[in-house]
Structure formats: C-alpha cells, structure tokens
C-alpha cells in the first residue's frame, strides 16, 4: 500500500505534516507499521517522530523529562534504575530498541506497561498542537486523550523517594509476553510502618491503564503487611471491571490480583 | 505519488536506490538489493525473522519504512561473515545444529550478535533475553542457546581485531 512518509525535523514541522485526512504520527512504528502490514490501517502519509528531536532522558533539579518519542531501551540508566523491572518486562529486546514511550500511551489493552509505571509516579503531559504548548497530567490524559491534531513531546515526573517504588507484571511467559495484570505503585510510610501515601496503578483491568483510588483507600493508615496489600488487591477486584483476552478471562484476572498485589507490595 | 532516492549503507556499501513510497525496509533489503538472508515472516513484530541491525542497534526490519533508514548503517547477516569467514555465530550454529529449516536462522544470529558486540562472555540468561523475540519453530531453543554461548567461547580465544 502506497503512503507518504515524512520526516519533519521539528515539533512544528510535524504539527504543519499531520494537518490533513489520513495523517499519522509514528514514533517507533511497533503498533502502526504492523497494522498497515495486517491491512487494518490505511494512512494517506505517515509522520514520523523520530528525527522531530522528542528522544533523549533529562535531569531536572526535582524531576525527570523523557522525550515522546524515546526508545524503552533508552530508559536502561541509572537515575532510572528503578524502572529495570519495566523494561525487561517490556516486550523483547529488539522490540524495546524500537517501541517509544510516547507510543506506549496510545497502546490497546492488555498493553501499556510504562503508562501503567507512569500513573503511579503521577506523570505530566506535554502537548503540542496548532495552537500551542500544554501541559495535562497523565490521569486526565487517558480520561479525555488528546486532539488528532495534536501530538505527546514528552512525559515528566519525579523520582519515587528510595523503598517507595513497587512494580510487577503477571504474565503467561517469563518474557516476552503482554500483561495478564500490571501493578505500579508508590507507598510511603512511616516509621512505624503505616501506610501514610499510595498511588496505585493497574494494567489489564480496563480499557487502558488505571489508578486505583479503591487499592489505594484500603491500604492507607494500615500496617504494610499481607494482609493488608491482599485487602487493597481484593477492593481492587471489586472495583475495576477486569476483561478477557487471548492472556486471561476477566474471571481469573480477578481472582489474581489479590495474590499479585501482595507480590507487588511484599515481595512475598 | 512518487518514489524517492533513499541512500544508506548496507553491509559496509554505499547504496543509493529509488524507492516507491511506504515500502518496508525487509522488502528492499530482499527483492532490491538481493540480501535475501533477512526473512519475512509475521510482519507483526512476533518472530524476529526479520532482525536485522540499524546503525548497530537490532531492529523488526518489517516494522521499519525504507524511507526511514536514509543515512543508516544497516547490517544484515550477508554482513556478518568477513572476507568469505563466518562469524563465531555462525560457525557455532553449524557446529551445534543450531539451525534446521533456517527460517529463524538469520534474525536469531542478528540479534545474538548484538548481543556479543555489547556483552562478549554473557551468562545463559542474557542469551534467552537477548533471543525472546524470535521465534523458531523447529529447531527448539536449547541448541540456538548452546551455540551463542560456543561462539562467545570461540570470540574469547580469538584476537579481538577477528571478532
Ligand atoms: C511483538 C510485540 C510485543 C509487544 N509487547 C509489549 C509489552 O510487553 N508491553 C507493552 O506495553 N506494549 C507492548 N507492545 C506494544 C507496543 O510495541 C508498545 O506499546 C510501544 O511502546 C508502542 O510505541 P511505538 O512508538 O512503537 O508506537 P507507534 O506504532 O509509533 O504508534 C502507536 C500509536 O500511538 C500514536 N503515537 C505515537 N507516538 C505519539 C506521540 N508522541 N503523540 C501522539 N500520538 C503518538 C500513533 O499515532 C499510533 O496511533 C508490543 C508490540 C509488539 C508488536
Ligand atoms: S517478520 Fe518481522 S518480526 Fe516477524
Ligand atoms: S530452524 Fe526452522 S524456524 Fe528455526
């Protein structure tokens, strides 16, 4: 199938090429090449992301910028060693040096592994479109989207504070293979171990990844023990519909996730 | 809509080729330029068939547009052997009947020289990582595991200006 492949140098150049019927953005192409190759999509142009200058990891005094377009592989450094778990859950190696970040938030369930880690370091969006730069937290982001016209640049967050961080994929293969359920999490506690701050995000429980506000109001002002984080995951069952796909039904991604969020949260 | 000059380098030579739009970079590599050692095969990103290496990094070569590699350097496994010598790879995967059918065989070799080039003595755990994108359907996976592990015992004795 014939199509235009551009490859503007700049945010403004690619607002300026997507204007138009049919246009789509690429960034790694892992979901929209593979779909113009099954035949299910028909882009008149594609436009691609990669030489737009959205790739590359930074360092703020507070916070982290990753750029839309950045490969998942580029994520392996070591301000961000905590999301190790993510990456080498993520897809295969090959896979990984292609498959953005940016593109990950537009992935069909049970995809979305970085959104899921994302929500629960509470990331921002920033945005570009014809008529400008805006920033949107990731929460709002996957409740209303964005404008066709409109394009991610980059994500931002902080860093969880040392022992806060929690992640974990539930899969049917050691590698390689997508979520039956995706946990994130950052708990703060205090010194006698009481949960005092959660924010919990879940993949493979919905259309796209969530935060758990039901997971996160069980576990807080109680004692991080088993009993506990297999509490939230139960209140977590209840509360979030769960589906069934080629990986799980909904029945047994709701029967797992209690034992999977003791994982998360224990370890154990 | 009309095609354009694309030009990269492939296996160390200078190509410059007219290429219809939207074109994959598998199928130029096969029925362009003749490397017919890159293998198409799920086309969804699945198999690493097609695992070929852009400015060294391993990439789906299905999921690539042609008009995306201009000014890439793009090694393919006709790039992998020097001067008519095969690879350690190469020779181990003869060596430990690695390959059958030899439809995963180039994509597998691609991808377990990445990972060599970065990592010359990995355990056999970060050879089953480096291979989880590809699929082989007949050979099974403990002889393809045995021989990138021979040919990193092999690439150990050689002198390193061989490898
Ligand atoms: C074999 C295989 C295994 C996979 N395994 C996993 C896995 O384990 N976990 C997982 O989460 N995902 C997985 N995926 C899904 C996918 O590869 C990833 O979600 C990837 O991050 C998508 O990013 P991309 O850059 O390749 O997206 P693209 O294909 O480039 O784009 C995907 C969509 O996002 C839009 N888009 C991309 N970037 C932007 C932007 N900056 N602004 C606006 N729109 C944008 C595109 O228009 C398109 O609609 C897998 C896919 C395959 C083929
Ligand atoms: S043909 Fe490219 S991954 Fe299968
Ligand atoms: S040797 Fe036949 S698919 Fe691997």
Request: glycine share 10%; charged share 20%; aromatic share 4%.
């Amino acid at each position: 199938m014939a199509f235009a492949v551009h490859r503007p140098e700049s945010v403004p150049a690619v607002i300026a090429a997507l204007a138009g019927p049919g246009r789509v953005a690429v960034s790694g192409g892992t979901l929209v090449i593979r779909d113009i190759n099954e035949g299910r999509s028909f882009p008149n142009a594609i436009v691609s992301l990669r030489r737009a200058g959205l790739s590359g990891v930074v360092r703020n005094a507070e916070t982290i910028d990753i750029g839309a377009a950045t490969p998942i592989a580029d994520l392996a450094r070591p301000e961000l060693a905590f999301l190790d778990g993510v990456l080498r859950g993520f897809a295969s190696p090959t896979l990984r040096n292609m498959a953005s970040l940016g593109g990950n938030l537009f992935a069909p369930r049970p995809y979305g592994d970085s959104g899921v880690a994302l929500l629960a370091l509470d990331a921002s969006l920033g945005i570009a479109g014809p008529h400008g730069a805006r920033r949107m937290p990731l929460l709002e982001f996957y409740a209303a989207g964005i404008a066709a016209d409109e394009i991610v640049t980059g994500l931002r967050f902080a860093l969880p504070a040392p022992g806060t961080w929690r992640w974990l994929k539930a899969t049917r293969r050691a590698l390689n293979s997508a979520s039956v359920l995706a946990i994130a999490a950052v708990v703060e506690t205090d010194s006698a171990g009481t949960v005092a701050a959660a924010r919990i995000a879940l993949g493979g429980v919905d259309a796209h990844p969530v935060r758990s506000p039901a997971a996160e109001a069980a576990l807080c002002g109680r004692v991080l023990d088993a009993a506990a984080a297999s509490h939230a995951g139960e209140e977590a069952a209840a509360a979030h519909p769960c589906f069934a796909d080629a990986y799980a039904s909904a029945w047994y991604r709701r029967r797992v996730l209690p034992v999977h969020m003791r994982r998360a949260l224990l370890g154990i | 809509m009309r095609s354009s000059f694309v030009s990269f380098t492939l296996n160390g030579e200078e190509k410059e080729l007219l290429i219809a739009p939207g074109q994959r970079l598998v199928d130029v590599l096969r029925e362009q330029c003749g490397a017919m050692g890159t293998r198409n095969g799920c086309g969804q990103g699945g198999c690493g068939a097609c695992t070929v290496h852009v400015d060294a990094v391993p990439m789906l070569s299905c999921l690539v547009l042609a008009e995306l590699a201009e000014g890439c350097d793009i090694l393919t496994i006709e790039g992998a052997a020097r001067d008519r010598t095969l690879h350690a790879l190469q020779e181990a995967f003869v060596a430990e009947a690695a390959t059958q059918c030899g439809f995963c065989t180039a994509g597998m070799i691609m991808a377990a020289k990445a990972l060599l080039d970065r990592d010359p003595a990995p355990q056999r755990e970060a050879v089953v990582e480096a291979l989880s994108g590809n699929v082989c359907r007949c050979t099974g996976y403990e002889p393809i595991i045995a021989a990138v592990l021979a040919a990193a015992a092999m690439l150990a004795r050689l002198p390193a200006a061989a490898a």
